[in-house]
C-alpha cells in the first residue's frame, strides 16, 4: 500500500494527525527534499528505509515502491503542502494502477494557506474579492497559452503565484499588462511559510522584483497579489444583525 501525504507547509506540526500517523507506521518513506522539512522525518521508525526524491527521477521512485510491495511493506509518499498543488502526483498514480499497486491520498496544510496566516489575511473580503487564482509564471515547466499570468491578472481577483520568486521582474510586468492592477496594487513577498525561517515583505506590484532582490529571495518563496492586502473592505452579511440567516433571525442591534 502506498499513502501519499502532504507534509504541510513546512512548520512539523502542520502535518495532519493522519499523516503523521502513516509516517510512524511506513517501511518506507519516500520524501521531497527540497521542500520538505526534515524534522518531519523525525518521525518516522528507526527500521524505516527513508529516500530523498529530489535525488531520484520518477523510475528510481517506482522501483523502491515496488520492491517495498514486494516485501509486503508500507510506503509513504511524502509530498510538500498538499501534493494536488504542482505536486506531480498524477503520473505516479496512474503508474501504480497499471502496477496493480492500492494508493490512497492523505491532504495536507498548502502553503499558500501558511502564506496567508503568515500576514494576518483573508483572501476573500467582501467587497474586494471572492475568487483566488492560484497560479505560476511559465518557465522551464511551460503554462498554457489561455492561462498566462497577464490574462489571469485581468480578472483583479486575488492571486496566489507559486514557483516564480526568482522571476519577479516578468511576474510584475506580466500583472501589469493584465490591466486590472496598477503600480500601487498591494502585493507580498513570503519566504518560507509556517518555516523557522519564514519572512514576509510587502510592497507592491511595482517594487514586487525590487522587494525580491533586497531582501535576497529568489525561490520557495509565494508572491501574493491584490486588494485584500489593502484596508478597505465590506462587512460580511455572515454576521450582520440586519441579515438573517437559517440560523438567527435579524434583529435592530446597532452594528459595530
Known amino acids: 500500500m502506498v499513502h501519499f501525504v502532504g507534509a504541510g507547509p513546512g512548520a512539523p506540526d502542520l502535518i495532519t494527525i493522519r499523516g503523521a500517523e502513516l509516517l510512524k507506521e511506513a517501511n ?49 509518499r511524502l509530498h510538500t503542502g ?12 496512474d503508474l501504480l494502477a497499471e502496477a496493480g499497486i492500492c494508493c490512497d491520498d492523505t491532504p495536507g496544510v498548502s502553503s499558500f494557506c501558511g502564506a496567508a496566516a503568515a500576514i494576518g ?38 492571486m496566489v503565484i507559486f514557483l516564480s520568486a526568482g522571476m519577479t521582474d516578468q511576474v510584475a510586468a506580466e500583472l501589469l499588462a ?42 520557495t518563496a509565494l508572491i501574493l497579489v491584490g486588494d485584500f492586502l489593502g484596508s478597505v473592505y465590506e462587512r460580511s452579511r455572515l454576521y450582520d444583525p440586519a441579515f438573517e440567516t437559517e440560523y438567527r433571525k435579524k434583529t435592530d442591534t446597532k452594528q459595530i
Open 28 to 76: 518506507v518513506v519516500i520524501y521531497a527534499g527540497s521542500l520538505v522539512n526534515p524534522a518531519l522525518l523525525g518521525l518516522c521508525r528507526e527500521d524505516a528505509s527513508i529516500y530523498n526524491s529530489a535525488e531520484m527521477t520518477l523510475e528510481e521512485v517506482m522501483e523502491r515502491i515496488e520492491e517495498a510491495e514486494g516485501k509486503g511493506q508500507t510506503t509513504v
Open 82 to 93: 498538499d501534493p494536488c498543488l504542482y505536486g506531480a502526483i498524477r503520473e505516479q498514480m
Open 121 to 158: 489575511a483573508e483572501y476573500t473580503l467582501p467587497g474586494i474579492s471572492q475568487s483566488v487564482i492560484i497560479t505560476r509564471l511559465a518557465g522551464r515547466t511551460p503554462v498554457p497559452e489561455r492561462e498566462s499570468l497577464s490574462k489571469l491578472a485581468s480578472h483583479g481577483a486575488t
Open 178 to 219: 493584465g490591466g486590472a492592477y496598477t503600480e500601487k496594487t498591494p502585493a507580498a513577498i513570503v519566504y518560507k511559510a509556517t518555516w523557522p525561517e519564514e519572512k514576509v515583505v510587502h510592497c507592491t506590484v511595482g517594487t514586487l522584483a525590487e522587494a525580491a532582490r533586497a531582501n535576497g529571495i529568489r525561490k
